[in-house]
């Protein structure tokens, strides 16, 4: 790789690749040590193309969330199959791989600010700003920035825009699945929000049982369907659709409470 050469956000990418080797291993033990991260359709991620790809995904924790992505996508390109064991595999990162967040969250400190570098593509919130709900318009050029990001490589993009559950989507997710129709993979995950603190740096517990589940890409009709189809089909594939908060049967819940046995905190 040219030392000098930059990414279209102008990112120099020798020291890209050297920032995410470096997150990499002081992050590697939150999912793989202190907690256990079971992954699940990595090998998906090895069939997909090298650019205009979209992973939307529900969102648990500022970072670590991310993070986590970062490892198990790099891990299944080296040809790991739904692990991240021996972590030589960020040696070679995938270096044109972005993640959205908000512009505010990124300027906080000077570890945002690396992380920012690492790979975000920082947007305006329109709905909420130093702790207060607002209102304005989207700025173009942050979807225009999206965009870019999508031509030159991945994306991932967490569209409920808030680490609460069952939040609705927002409508700017489906604006940019029309207008760069790009190949839509949903990420489901769990465990996070038990792990880590809410910004996702903080370890704050640990023999957590996390999850990622890697689904196949979406059939979606970029030119006939509209923004609230599109919108519906992404509440459903990451599971965030309302329906999914019905009642559960007393089989259900036995089934579930087995299943949060495994992600107790154990002493």
């Not at 790809?53 to 198990?72: E, G, I, K, P, R």
């Not at 991240?84 to 995938?94: A, D």
């Not at 996702?200 to 589940?213: A, N, P």
């Amino acid at each position: 790789m040219p030392l000098f050469k930059k990414n279209p956000f102008g990112h120099n990418l020798f020291i890209k690749k050297w920032l995410i080797r470096i997150l990499a291993l002081l992050s590697h033990r939150r999912y793989k040590g202190f907690n256990t991260l079971e992954i699940e359709g990595a090998d998906i991620l090895r069939s997909l193309p090298e650019t205009n790809v979209l992973f939307v995904s529900n969102h648990q924790t500022y970072f670590a969330d991310v993070v986590a992505m970062f490892h198990v996508f790099n891990a299944s390109l080296s040809g790991r199959d739904n692990n991240i064991k021996n972590i030589g595999y960020i040696w070679n990162p995938k270096l044109n791989m972005y993640y959205v967040a908000a512009a505010e969250t990124m300027k906080k400190s000077l570890l945002t600010k690396i992380l920012a570098y690492a790979g975000s593509i920082s947007v305006e919130r329109t709905w909420r700003a130093e702790g207060k709900d607002i209102n304005r318009q989207v700025k173009m050029s942050d979807i225009s920035n999206i965009g870019k990001a999508l031509d030159d490589g991945w994306v991932i993009t967490f569209p409920q825009g808030t680490t609460t559950p069952w939040k609705p989507l927002r409508k700017g997710t489906a604006h940019i699945i029309k207008k760069y129709r790009p190949i839509v993979v949903p990420v489901v995950i769990d465990g996070f929000r038990r792990s880590f603190d809410k910004k996702g740096l903080r370890v704050k517990k640990k023999g957590i049982l996390q999850s990622m589940v890697i689904k196949e890409p979406l059939d979606i009709d970029y030119e006939n369907e509209s923004f609230d189809a599109i919108i519906e089909k992404l509440e459903y594939a990451i599971e965030q659709h309302p329906s999914f908060l019905k009642v559960l049967s007393a089989k259900d819940l036995a089934a579930l409470d087995e299943e949060n046995k495994q992600r107790k905190w154990r002493v």
